[in-house]
């Protein structure tokens, strides 16, 4: 599986944008990127995710680099019940969707 | 939609002893997956099933686990003889395989304490 690779921890104040990046250097054509995150004493939940396009949905933005070797997660407006580790995972299309999850980036949200 | 509903909530057994832990998917979902979190190893995949079937179980740490599905709406993990470093929490996540990549939804986990 291709492997991707995320910061440890990343800060923002409530109410501004949060960019989060994930590099994934050797993402193959049918890979899909695809976000979770984890609140605290709660299992994951799926985020977002895409192939090649941008994707917006109710809860974040997903911008895919042109060569796709690249992506980031972006939270509009942060609040306080986004804190929370957020895993960028690689899933190959036609497989059966194991998610392998990394260390992924543990978001602090300050007033 | 209730969501996945994983019992018990929290266990606490002493070493040697067995342990099952319960999950009831989505209703609808085919795909079945059990994942262990621990502070060592993070998230990791345990075994995941396809319509009732195990398809993949090269996560179950050792012949002291097993899984069942004996049918569509509830799975079992189970620890016998159950250790220390068993000590872990286990998540039960569900998915419909309809579409080319689909969502997994996880339950709230049950966090085993083994003394």
């Known amino acids: 599986d291709a492997k991707t690779t995320q910061p440890n921890s990343m800060e923002s104040n409530e109410e501004e944008p949060v960019h989060l990046p994930c590099n994934h250097s050797?993402?193959?054509?049918?890979?899909?990127i695809h976000w979770y995150r984890q609140l605290p004493s709660q299992g994951p939940e799926y985020v977002i995710h895409?192939?090649?396009s941008n994707v917006n949905n109710r809860m974040a933005s997903l911008a895919i680099a042109e060569d796709r070797k690249s992506s980031t997660l972006i939270l509009h407006r942060a609040t306080l019940r986004d804190a929370a580790v957020y895993y960028c995972?690689?899933?190959?299309?036609?497989?059966?969707?194991?998610?392998?999850f990394g260390t992924g980036t543990r978001l602090q949200v300050t007033l | 939609d209730a969501g996945v509903i994983q019992s018990p909530r929290h266990e606490v057994t002493e070493m040697g002893q067995e342990v099952t832990l319960r999950c009831k998917p989505i209703?609808?979902?085919?795909?079945l997956f059990w994942y262990r979190q621990t502070m060592m190893r993070g998230l990791e995949l345990l075994i995941y099933?396809?319509?009732?079937?195990?398809?993949?179980d090269s996560g179950m740490p050792e012949d002291r686990f097993s899984a069942k599905m004996p049918n569509a709406s509830f799975s079992t993990l189970k620890i016998q003889p159950s250790e220390p470093r068993d000590s872990a929490v286990y998540f039960c996540?569900?998915?419909?395989?309809?579409?080319?990549?689909?969502?997994?939804?996880f339950g709230p986990g049950t966090r085993l304490t083994v003394l």
């Open positions: 209703s609808g979902h085919n795909s």
């Open positions: 050797t993402i193959s054509g049918t890979d899909y």
């Open positions: 996540a569900s998915r419909s395989t309809s579409g080319r990549v689909s969502e997994q939804f």
């Open positions: 995972i690689l899933i190959r299309a036609g497989t059966a969707s194991k998610l392998t």
């Open positions: 099933f396809n319509n009732n079937v195990p398809i993949d």
């Open positions: 895409g192939l090649t």
